[in-house]
T-cell receptor
């Protein structure tokens, strides 16, 4: 059973702080890694994707990937109350569903940014 | 505008009354999928499709049917809904490229279904 594990939280950080969200995955063959943000009752929206080891930055967001440790993280700098949401980590499963595989989603980490 | 649409957005029905939730995408995506989301259980895949006339079961297919007769549409059918199918349902789609990384997966706005 392929698994993507996330701490369910809630993770509470003060406004302006760095929020660090973590995710581990079980299949070493996974190549594609995504972070989605989901507000309560809304659909997930993609905020970051990363394919290679190392860091990838986009505005206040940085995704970090370590394939050797099977670990991917999301850093949110200068956190704002509007960042309060559930963050879903998703990883492709190359062994199920064709060459690209389905995406396996973690259950999400709930982030709360306090003003 | 590139989008995935779902209808209806909200539905309250009774046990046993057949229903269909439609899903349509305008991005010419090969891959489409249905998920349900329940508190504490995360997103669980119901069915997916790699292309027209190609569908396969996900993790929780019992009680659901799908079809993919056209590339843009992927309806979810509940032949005899039961209260345990009360949930928030999402349709999603993305491009497939053999040998390359996975592309972004787009989600529809969701359908909140209540079965009484």
């Amino acid at each position: 059973q392929k698994e993507v594990e996330q701490n369910s939280g809630p993770l509470s950080v003060p406004e302006g702080a760095i929020a660090s969200l973590n995710c581990t995955y079980s299949d070493r063959g996974s190549q594609s890694f995504f972070w989605y943000r989901q507000y309560s009752g809304k659909s997930p929206e993609l905020i970051m994707f990363i394919y290679s080891n190392g860091d990838k930055e986009d505005g206040r967001f940085t995704a970090q990937l370590n394939k050797a440790s099977q670990y991917v993280s999301l850093l949110i700098r200068d956190s704002q109350p509007s960042d309060s949401a559930t963050y879903l980590c998703a990883v492709n499963d190359p062994n199920y569903g064709g060459s690209q595989g389905n995406l396996i989603f973690g259950k999400g980490t709930k982030l709360s940014v306090k003003p | 505008e590139a989008q995935v649409t779902q209808n209806p957005r909200y539905l309250i029905t009774v046990t046993g009354k057949k229903l269909t939730v439609t899903c349509s995408q305008n991005m010419n995506h090969e891959y489409m999928s249905w998920y349900r989301q329940d508190p504490g259980l995360g997103l669980r895949q119901i069915y997916y499709s790699m292309n027209v006339e190609v569908t396969d079961k996900g993790d929780v297919p019992e009680g659901y049917k799908v079809s993919r007769k056209e590339k843009r549409n992927f309806p979810l059918i509940l032949e005899s809904p039961s209260p345990n199918q009360t949930s928030l349902y999402f349709c999603a789609s993305r491009h497939l490229l053999a040998g390359g990384p996975s592309y972004e997966q787009y989600f529809g706005p969701g359908t909140r279904l209540t079965v009484t």
